[in-house]
């Protein structure tokens, strides 16, 4: 079997996740959890009596000794993965081969190896939320004052702050982290009940009265719980679980990069994405500075976002007490979620690690749409003087429009001197306080405050866990 670049390869084999994620999800890692559940049977079998404790040691010892290129030929003749690995297995254990697999049906080795590999990928999606929310948190306090103008609509509405605007992300992914470890500490496994669940051929070998404790003795030396009930497998609903919490973490940073994306537009121009010195942009328009970790965060959630429905059809069509047409597609979308939700989070960290902000122009934004905002300030502030508010909006609402013709042909945004010079408005306000009130860049409500207690309550929320 080829494993170079003059075969297809997917680009989750190299391009996007990390070594270790790939690591969890590679052939060998599922193999090596394969043997590792086929020697905790033996052991616990010898405990019972079922097999002797010899050929369990015999077991243990070749259990690293993975042989996939033998394993393939043998599959080749079988047309069975778990089979062949139990022949070539067994080939390397002269004493314990004759037991491998002993009661048991390929569910239970395969579900509960899937199941270990989920747990452990759970884990270091978790770490890395944890990390990235740590690093998001210090961006908050650092900017909790600085203003910006806030857009509803895509339209300039009233400030804000960049650290207010990076805690609404922030809110997002800490319940995503919360959501994470819930399911992963809720993960269960289907237990040793055979083809359909029953537990039938070791309550056999056992008798009815000692099935309980020894599949209780394989939860303890597993470290799994096991559902109730179960069929073949464990409840695919499970997996469609699992997916719907990265799918929903895919929301969080998809909205993130969207919003970077157009910040990082020039007429804009605010934020942008870490650009090195020898990034090139465009390969015809030397100039360009494209988003391209932003654009590459949008494109892999939003393939994330479809996997869950593949997951429910396994859960939805999965009939009786099992089929295998969910087979095949799981051992696509499990890992290649998992790795899609690695890159996100990794690429996220990076981009808000050395986000590039650029006060001058969110100055310059605030200076040019901020004087709208502060309207409200001043209808306000007249209806409190005693002015009809109705006929002050009315007033109010033609100064803006004369306002946006100015600033549309490019010219400063003159509202600020149509509002000080209305004689009906100086009627209820001095000129000074109608200034006052139009100086909007301060109209932040308690946005700063509210940052940074959100920020520090991430901050301890997240200390001691791990």
């Given at each position: 079997?080829?494993?170079?670049?003059?075969?297809?390869?997917?680009?989750?084999?190299?391009?996007?996740?990390?070594?270790?994620?790939?690591?969890?999800?590679?052939?060998?890692?599922?193999?090596?959890?394969?043997?590792?559940?086929?020697?905790?049977?033996?052991?616990?079998?010898?405990?019972f009596?079922?097999?002797?404790?010899?050929?369990?040691?015999?077991?243990?010892?070749?259990?690293?000794?993975?042989?996939?290129?033998?394993?393939?030929?043998?599959?080749?003749?079988?047309?069975?993965?778990?089979?062949?690995?139990i022949?070539?297995?067994?080939?390397?254990?002269?004493?314990?081969?004759?037991?491998?697999?002993?009661?048991?049906?390929?569910?239970?080795?395969?579900?509960?190896?899937?199941?270990?590999?989920?747990?452990?990928?759970l884990?270091?999606?978790?770490?890395?939320?944890?990390?990235?929310?740590?690093?998001?948190?210090?961006?908050?306090?650092?900017?909790?004052?600085?203003?910006?103008?806030?857009?509803?609509?895509?339209?300039?509405?009233?400030?804000?702050t960049?650290?207010?605007?990076?805690?609404?992300?922030?809110?997002?992914?800490?319940?995503?982290?919360?959501?994470?470890?819930?399911?992963?500490?809720?993960?269960?496994g289907?237990?040793?009940?055979?083809?359909?669940?029953?537990?039938?051929?070791?309550?056999?070998?056992?008798?009815?009265?000692?099935?309980?404790?020894?599949?209780?003795?394989?939860?303890?030396?597993?470290?799994v719980?096991w559902?109730?009930?179960?069929?073949?497998?464990?409840?695919?609903?499970?997996?469609?679980q699992?997916?719907?919490?990265?799918?929903?973490?895919?929301?969080?940073?998809?909205?993130?990069?969207?919003?970077?994306?157009v910040?990082?537009?020039?007429?804009?121009?605010?934020?942008?994405?870490?650009?090195?010195?020898?990034?090139?942009?465009?390969?015809?328009?030397?100039?360009?500075?494209?988003?391209?970790?932003?654009?590459?965060?949008?494109?892999?959630?939003?393939?994330?976002?479809?996997?869950?429905?593949?997951?429910?059809?396994?859960?939805?069509?999965?009939?009786?007490?099992?089929?295998?047409?969910?087979?095949?597609?799981?051992?696509?979308?499990?890992?290649?979620?998992?790795?899609?939700?690695?890159?996100?989070?990794?690429?996220?960290?990076?981009?808000?690690?050395?986000?590039?902000?650029?006060?001058?122009?969110?100055?310059?934004?605030?200076?040019?749409?901020?004087?709208?905002?502060?309207?409200?300030?001043?209808?306000?502030?007249l209806?409190?003087?005693?002015?009809?508010?109705?006929?002050?909006?009315?007033?109010?609402?033609?100064?803006?429009?004369?306002?946006?013709?100015?600033?549309?042909?490019?010219?400063?945004?003159?509202?600020?001197?149509?509002?000080?010079?209305?004689?009906?408005?100086?009627?209820?306000?001095?000129?000074?306080?109608?200034?006052?009130?139009?100086?909007?860049?301060?109209?932040?409500?308690?946005?700063?405050?509210?940052?940074?207690?959100?920020?520090?309550?991430?901050?301890?929320?997240?200390?001691?866990?791990?």
């Amino acid at each position: 079997m080829k494993t170079d670049f003059d075969t297809y390869l997917s680009p989750f084999s190299w391009r996007y996740g990390s070594s270790e994620m790939r690591g969890i999800w590679s052939e060998a890692n599922k193999r090596r959890l394969w043997r590792r559940i086929w020697v905790v049977l033996a052991q616990v079998q010898a405990e019972f009596g079922l097999v002797r404790r010899e050929q369990a040691d015999d077991l243990r010892a070749h259990a690293e000794e993975i042989d996939i290129p033998r394993a393939i030929e043998v599959e080749m003749e079988l047309h069975h993965d778990l089979m062949a690995e139990i022949q070539v297995y067994a080939e390397q254990c002269p004493e314990g081969g004759g037991i491998i697999h002993l009661g048991a049906t390929s569910m239970d080795i395969k579900d509960h190896a899937t199941l270990l590999q989920i747990r452990e990928a759970l884990d270091r999606i978790s770490g890395g939320l944890r990390h990235l929310l740590f690093v998001l948190s210090q961006k908050m306090l650092r900017y909790n004052t600085l203003p910006i103008i806030a857009f509803t609509h895509l339209q300039p509405a009233e400030p804000s702050t960049l650290g207010y605007r990076l805690a609404q992300y922030a809110q997002d992914l800490l319940e995503d982290w919360e959501d994470t470890c819930r399911v992963r500490d809720g993960l269960r496994g289907k237990g040793f009940r055979g083809a359909v669940g029953t537990g039938a051929s070791y309550v056999e070998l056992l008798g009815a009265d000692k099935f309980p404790r020894f599949e209780a003795r394989l939860s303890e030396e597993l470290g799994v719980s096991w559902y109730p009930v179960s069929t073949q497998t464990y409840p695919r609903k499970q997996e469609y679980q699992v997916l719907n919490v990265l799918a929903g973490l895919g929301a969080s940073l998809h909205k993130f990069a969207l919003d970077l994306r157009v910040l990082q537009s020039p007429p804009l121009g605010e934020l942008s994405e870490p650009f090195s010195v020898g990034q090139v942009g465009s390969s015809a328009m030397p100039f360009k500075r494209n988003p391209i970790q932003a654009e590459k965060m949008n494109s892999l959630a939003r393939l994330l976002a479809q996997l869950p429905r593949v997951a429910w059809d396994n859960a939805a069509f999965s009939l009786l007490e099992r089929t295998l047409d969910d087979s095949a597609n799981r051992r696509s979308i499990l890992p290649e979620a998992f790795l899609i939700a690695d890159e996100l989070i990794k690429t996220a960290t990076s981009i808000i690690q050395d986000l590039q902000v650029e006060e001058a122009a969110m100055s310059a934004n605030l200076k040019t749409y901020a004087p709208f905002a502060a309207t409200e300030r001043v209808l306000v502030a007249l209806v409190k003087a005693g002015a009809d508010r109705q006929v002050m909006y009315r007033r109010l609402h033609q100064h803006a429009l004369k306002a946006w013709e100015a600033v549309k042909a490019g010219q400063a945004n003159p509202i600020s001197g149509f509002v000080t010079g209305d004689e009906e408005l100086l009627r209820y306000l001095p000129e000074k306080a109608l200034q006052s009130l139009m100086e909007a860049e301060h109209y932040l409500g308690d946005a700063p405050d509210r940052t940074r207690t959100f920020a520090e309550s991430i901050i301890g929320r997240l200390e001691g866990t791990e």
